[in-house]
């Protein structure tokens, strides 16, 4: 079983950068995939980054060229700079392990002037 507790989430300006941690009771590079969805109220979840074990990443469009998913041995990042108003959701860290997939508890992204 893996644990997953994320961070860094605020309220922040639009233009504005935050950096979003995902820390894991395994580690990290055990893990199959790593990825970071969101959830905006009314609207289903969505994945925006992943980054798998071999160190290949993948982006949702709407982020790409602005977010960055990086990780270490004890976390996942997500680097969000150039923040636009609609994304502004509940950031949530997935943890796949072999056949199971695991959640954080989420963490609030407001971007608002």
């Known amino acids: 079983q893996v644990q997953l507790v994320e961070s860094g989430g605020g309220l922040v300006q639009p233009g504005g950068s935050l950096r979003l941690s995902c820390a894991a009771s395994a580690n990290m590079f055990s893990i199959n995939v790593v990825s970071w969805y969101r959830q905006a109220p009314g609207k289903e979840r969505e994945l925006v980054a992943h980054i798998i074990s071999g160190g290949g990443t993948k982006y949702a469009d709407s982020v790409k060229g602005r977010f960055t998913i990086s990780r270490d041995n004890a976390k996942v990042y997500l680097q969000m700079n150039s923040l636009k108003p609609e994304d502004t959701a509940v950031y949530y860290c997935?943890?796949?392990?072999?056949?199971?997939?695991?959640w954080g508890q989420g963490t609030q992204v407001t971007v608002s002037s």
């Open positions: 997935g943890a796949l392990l072999k056949t199971v997939l695991y």
